[in-house]
């Protein structure tokens, strides 16, 4: 039977009003007074209060650690053998540590991943941490680090896979009344989580108990969303769910660290498309807002060859700009190496990200101005700028027109403004202005965006010194709210050191050249540069000289991580190796992981390691339909 479409809207619209009553003012705003008018009605979608909470937490860690981080793998088949689990000094306070380092809010870990081993001691499967030589099969991940975000007074959620390629009966009903006691372990064994994350992927190869076979489902039928959604906000009231339609959280529609500006926290009630998830759509009837998940390495899970690609803490910065200050929240994934801990480049580059949030926002200028409204209920102007989560101002329901304006304090000097609006109030301004004077002069605009939403960051090229400042509201559907107005001086990270290489497996790249492929230019390949690419018409090859003979256990490919219409990455690789050029190996082939979504480093290993001076690829075909090939980098390990 077609499953109808969960209306958040329609579920939650009783105790949304309610809410929203009941956030009137404290303190500083609203009086209690009966002759005070009431507040107006919420104009379109409403957040729920958990999806309030989670507005909130704007930034947290994912950590990917699991079989994969021992196999080297992004994507395991699920054949793989539970001894392979040994963290040789696994400590969670560790891992907490570097996202607290970050000024991050929270912590979700993959409990499950694709190939269905399990990171706690269930009892459901034999294919869990119970059989692994780790802590004596006495270990529990999820466990330690649950244990340790409490310690660290943040929060905790959790990852399950949908997927399993190591259950042989996926794809069965059975299965899912396994996937919902799996669920329901999590949801009851380890305390209060603020998110329960379900992947998108689902169905394809898998081991699936020894079939070795490609099994697909119709996620929507098959998973029963809304009632997975039901049992998680059963056990877990305040915890909000990722991804499917009638969950809390939607997917940005990348995996690059940037939402869409500005990224409206509204969608369709209607299956999820990428386009408008990049976005969202003003005026939605659905809250449905974005998480911007990215990994701080190119691939989601540890590798040793990308020690060198961890991103800078300006790109981490330039991340939360486009994310936290587009009104999307911020996932930034941290992959725990093989000793599972977070390496120490890692943790240097989060260290000075967080440093620099934390001396960005650190004092807020607004504090001691003097708040004054064109358009008000209640004398609540001033608390835009009371520091109070729980007050705010509130124009009239007719006064779409409305500005706030601040009087500073002499020499105030500001870069950066951040805006919130009051939510369950609804998203009442579509486009505002903040404009500044000087004493006695006239106002002039300096900054034009759309939405203020869950959270605005404006950023201004220089700092100014103005003793007004001012928002106004240019197009509303209702007299604008804000519950913070706040000004700020940013602060830079710090410059690290460039990165050395530690991998002894890698194959340096100096001496390669290409001498021969199906289009010009792809020497791209053989560059330090992830930007630049080699495109080629839909069946594409490449012969690279090694310069010098090496015992090659496999080689890499990492895909454009441009989306272009023009141009896909590879569905498939077809390698030969040669010692002279011209007789060659027999050949190998394959088809290559979620590339097309996931964008990460694939590393594909040979079935037994060859003498090789020469490397022979082709892609016979385009991961989705396009009319070229791109390949961004070529590389090749010991």
């Given amino acids: 039977m077609t499953l109808p479409a969960l209306s958040r809207r329609t579920v939650l619209s009783g105790s949304l009003l309610a809410g929203a009553a009941a956030c009137t003012p404290k303190a500083g705003g609203l009086a209690s007074s009966p002759a005070v008018p009431a507040l107006p009605a919420p104009w379109g979608a409403v957040p729920h209060p958990r999806q309030v909470k989670w507005h909130d937490r704007r930034m947290y860690a994912f950590i990917h650690f699991s079989m994969n981080t021992f196999t080297d793998k992004e994507w395991g088949f699920g054949d793989e053998d539970p001894a392979m689990f040994n963290p040789t000094d696994f400590d969670a306070d560790q891992i907490v540590g570097a996202a607290v380092a970050g000024g991050l809010t929270g912590l979700i870990i993959t409990a499950k991943h694709h190939d269905g081993f399990c990171l706690w001691p269930t009892t459901l499967t034999e294919h869990c941490v119970r059989n692994s030589p780790w802590r004596g099969g006495k270990g529990d991940v999820v466990g330690e680090l649950e244990a340790a975000c409490r310690r660290a007074g943040i929060n905790f959620g959790v990852y399950l896979s949908p997927w399993d390629r190591n259950r042989a009966d996926y794809g069965k009903p059975s299965y899912v009344e396994y996937y919902r006691a799996q669920l ?35 996620a929507p039928k098959y998973y029963n969303w809304p009632g997975i959604i039901e049992l998680v906000h059963s056990l877990q009231p305040d915890a909000c769910t990722f991804d499917p339609l009638g969950a809390d959280i939607r997917w940005v529609g990348n995996e690059e660290g940037h939402a869409g500006d500005p990224c409206w926290p509204t969608m369709p009630n209607a299956p999820y498309e990428m386009d408008k998830g990049y976005t969202g759509v003003r005026g939605a009837e659905l809250w449905w807002p974005a998480e911007t998940d990215v990994s701080i390495r190119p691939g989601w899970f540890y590798h040793a060859d990308e020690d060198t ?16 200050g587009h009104g999307s929240n911020f996932l930034l994934n941290l992959p725990p190496d093989r000793r599972g801990r977070i390496p120490d480049r890692d943790v240097a580059s989060l260290k000075a990200f967080g440093d620099a949030i934390r001396a960005t926002f650190a004092q807020d200028l607004a504090r001691g101005a003097l708040a004054s409204a064109s358009a008000d209920i209640g004398s609540t102007a001033a608390s835009a700028i009371d520091g109070n989560p729980d007050t705010f101002w509130c124009a009239p329901a007719e006064a779409r027109d409305a500005a706030l304006a601040l009087e500073l304090q002499p020499g105030t000097r500001f870069d950066t403004i951040v805006l919130r609006e009051w939510l369950p109030l609804g998203l009442r301004t579509t486009t505002f202005a903040i404009d500044i004077a000087d004493d006695g002069g006239e106002w002039r605009e300096i900054a034009r965006k759309d939405m203020v939403g869950p959270e605005r960051h404006v950023r201004l090229p220089a700092p100014v010194s103005p003793r007004r400042v001012r928002f106004r509201a240019i197009a509303a559907e209702a007299g604008p709210t804000l519950r913070e107005f706040a000004l700020y001086l940013s ?3 710090i410059e690290l050191p460039p990165a050395v290489p530690s991998d002894p497996s890698i194959v340096s790249r100096r001496r390669w050249k290409i001498v021969a492929a199906s289009a010009p230019g792809a020497d791209a390949v053989l560059d330090e540069n992830p930007k630049s690419a080699w495109t080629s018409p839909a069946t594409a090859s490449l012969t690279i000289d090694l310069g010098g003979e090496e015992k090659l256990a496999g ?16 569905a498939r690789w077809h390698v030969e190796t040669s010692l002279d050029g011209k007789r060659w190996s027999k050949a190998e082939e394959g088809e290559f992981q979620n590339i097309n979504y996931a964008r990460a480093t694939q590393r594909i290993a040979f079935s037994a390691p060859r003498n090789a001076r020469y490397l022979r690829l082709a892609f016979p075909r385009p991961a989705v339909p396009a009319p070229a090939i791109a390949v961004a980098t070529i590389g090749a390990f010991r």
């Fill in 555 to 570: 080689f890499t490919l990492t895909p454009t991580r441009h989306i272009d219409p023009q141009a896909a990455p590879p």
């Fill in 184 to 218: 329901t372990e999590l949801c009851t064994r380890y305390g209060k989580l603020f998110e329960v994350w379900f992947d998108g992927a689902n169905g394809g190869d898998g081991y699936y108990g020894g079939a070795r076979e490609t099994r697909q489902i119709d």
């Fill in 491 to 493: 602060s830079a990270p």
């Fill in 309 to 324: 690609q961890v991103k800078t803490p300006q790109k981490l910065m330039e991340m939360f700009d486009r994310s936290v």
